[in-house]
């Protein structure tokens, strides 16, 4: 039977013949292990929708390039790929559960209501579960209830029955099938298990006593043995990121870090994706969700082609007003990874210039912040990273200013992570 093995690589990290160090460990063949490689980052490919494999390949030399998470190879063979923005050091499992969980339910930090708590606390657990709180009661003016044949006794007859039982009723009357319109289904089954679960490891007093709350107000029906995903009818389609963040907490995602809950397809992410979520969640729990203007498109000019003629936009990440002694000034702020990350450049490229020329001219604001995820040497191992912030390049052109900040990530998940790296965005801009 082969040992369990588990190997680790960093994303951008310097090429390496890692199908060596796998063929090694793992009891298998060189050419063995690089086709297990090969295939990995195919499945990488196919579960993000990317139009080319995330796997680089020079002379033997692997190097896996703007992908993280965790997945397996083989049977007893796994490979965690790390953001190169945390390394390998102790406790980048840890960050990096934290961002996924992030990245995956925006919503846990997109909500005016859920500000202070947020601001308060970075515990992953709290976070979620004031988070399947907030959604829950918002949603309670529309109960969630489906129609379901539910097992009835009573002596009045109002479903159907077997004849045969009419003879002979029991203590509490004739056995029927009744269709009823009723909380008892799947549904609230699976959030009153995810809140029930939850309430127990959540160190916030306030709120476990809440979601035990929350799992009190339901019909008490046992756990479902599948967690599946569903699709809520259209009557209750509100409740579905409440059901989806309820699935996953079952999952795993209640909890701290669990290797054993890491190796679904929703941990392999694309991590300029992960990173600018992480910006624009933040920049709203940092100057409140009116002030910051997300995905918004905005007129460059036109394009025609073929004798059509269609609108140029383009389309920032964020607009955001800033307060400071001055005044109120209005800011674009773009996520930026790919070339700091990669190249640890310490200037703005030609293409991220242009960029922001264009956002500049089609908005008419002057000022541009590119936010950059500080790069990690992998000799640190300290954790305070997470309250580092600062300016590493400017660039002015035109009455233009454009300004390149970079923000440490690792240690995010550790207590007051979150607040850290809001408060250390908030000071730079």
């Given at each position: 039977?082969?040992?369990?093995?588990r190997?680790?690589a960093?994303?951008?990290?310097k090429?390496?013949?890692?199908?060596e160090?796998?063929a090694?460990?793992?009891?298998?063949?060189?050419?063995?292990?690089r086709?297990l490689?090969?295939?990995?980052?195919d499945?990488?490919r196919?579960?993000l929708?990317?139009?080319s494999v995330?796997?680089?390949?020079n002379a033997?030399?692997?190097?896996?390039?703007n992908?993280?998470?965790?997945?397996?190879?083989?049977?007893?063979?796994e490979?965690?790929?790390a953001?190169?923005?945390l390394g390998?050091a102790?406790?980048?499992r840890?960050?990096?559960?934290?961002l996924?969980?992030?990245?995956?339910h925006?919503r846990?930090?997109?909500?005016?209501?859920?500000k202070?708590?947020?601001?308060?606390t970075?515990?992953?657990?709290t976070?979620?579960?004031?988070?399947?709180?907030?959604?829950y009661w918002k949603?309670q003016?529309?109960p969630l209830?489906?129609?379901?044949?539910l097992?009835?006794?009573?002596f009045?007859?109002?479903g159907?029955?077997?004849p045969e039982?009419l003879?002979?009723?029991?203590?509490e009357g004739f056995?029927?099938?009744?269709t009823?319109?009723?909380?008892?289904?799947?549904?609230?089954a699976?959030?009153?298990?995810?809140a029930a679960g939850?309430?127990?490891?959540v160190?916030?007093v306030?709120?476990?006593?809440?979601?035990?709350?929350?799992?009190?107000?339901?019909p008490?029906?046992?756990?479902?043995?599948?967690?599946?995903?569903r699709?809520?009818p259209s009557r209750?389609?509100?409740?579905?990121?409440t059901?989806d963040?309820?699935l996953?907490?079952l999952r795993?995602?209640?909890?701290?870090?669990?290797?054993?809950n890491a190796l679904?397809p929703?941990?392999v992410m694309q991590?300029?994706?992960?990173?600018?979520?992480?910006v624009s969640?933040?920049?709203?729990n940092?100057?409140m969700?009116?002030?910051?203007?997300?995905?918004?498109?905005?007129?460059?000019?036109?394009?025609?082609q073929?004798?059509?003629?269609?609108?140029?936009?383009?389309?920032?990440?964020?607009?955001?007003?800033v307060?400071?002694?001055s005044?109120q000034?209005r800011?674009?702020?773009d996520?930026k990874?790919?070339?700091?990350v990669d190249?640890?450049a310490?200037?703005?490229?030609?293409?991220?210039?242009?960029?922001?020329?264009a956002?500049?001219?089609?908005?008419?604001i002057?000022?541009?912040?590119?936010?950059?995820?500080r790069p990690v040497?992998?000799a640190?191992?300290f954790r305070?990273?997470v309250?580092?912030?600062?300016?590493f390049?400017?660039?002015e052109?035109?009455?233009?200013?454009?300004?390149?900040?970079?923000?440490?990530?690792r240690?995010i998940?550790?207590r007051?992570?979150?607040k850290n790296f809001?408060?250390?965005?908030?000071?730079v801009?």
């Open positions: 039977m082969r040992q369990w093995q190997f680790t960093i994303e951008y990290a090429p390496s013949a890692l199908h160090e796998i090694k460990r793992g009891d298998v063949s060189a050419s063995a292990a086709e490689l090969l295939r990995a980052g499945r990488v196919g579960i929708g990317l139009e995330p796997l680089s390949i033997d030399r692997f190097q896996f390039q992908v993280a998470g965790l997945l397996v190879l083989a049977s007893g063979l490979l965690e790929i953001p190169k923005f390998s102790p406790g980048w840890e960050d990096f559960f934290f996924a969980t992030l990245s995956h925006g846990l930090l997109d909500n005016e209501g859920l202070s708590s947020a601001s308060a970075s515990d992953l657990a976070l979620i579960g004031r988070s399947l709180i907030e959604m949603n003016r529309r209830r489906t129609y379901r044949r097992p009835h006794s009573e009045a007859i109002e159907d029955f077997d039982d003879s002979v009723p029991t203590e056995s029927q099938s009744v009823s319109f009723t909380r008892e289904n799947p549904y609230n699976v959030i009153r298990a995810a939850l309430a127990p490891i160190p916030d306030e709120t476990r006593v809440r979601l035990e709350r929350l799992a009190q107000h339901l008490h029906q046992q756990r479902p043995s599948r967690l599946q995903d699709r809520m209750s389609r509100a409740w579905q990121p059901f963040l309820s996953d907490i795993g995602l209640g909890g701290a870090y669990d290797p054993k679904a929703g941990y991590t300029w994706q992960v990173w600018e979520q992480l969640l933040s920049l709203r940092a100057l969700p009116k002030n910051v203007l997300l995905q918004s498109p905005n007129r460059l000019g036109t394009r025609t073929d004798g059509a003629v269609r609108v140029l936009n383009v389309v920032p990440d964020a607009i955001a007003t307060a400071d002694c005044g000034r800011i674009i702020v996520a990874y790919k070339g700091h190249r640890s310490t200037s703005i490229s030609n293409a991220d210039i242009y960029e922001s020329l956002f500049s001219r089609a908005t008419g002057s000022e541009v912040v590119l936010v950059y995820p040497k992998e640190v191992h305070d990273e309250g580092h912030a600062a300016e390049s400017r660039v052109a035109d009455s233009i200013l454009i300004r390149a900040v970079e923000v440490g990530v240690g998940s550790g007051s992570g979150l809001t408060e250390a965005l908030r000071r801009l």
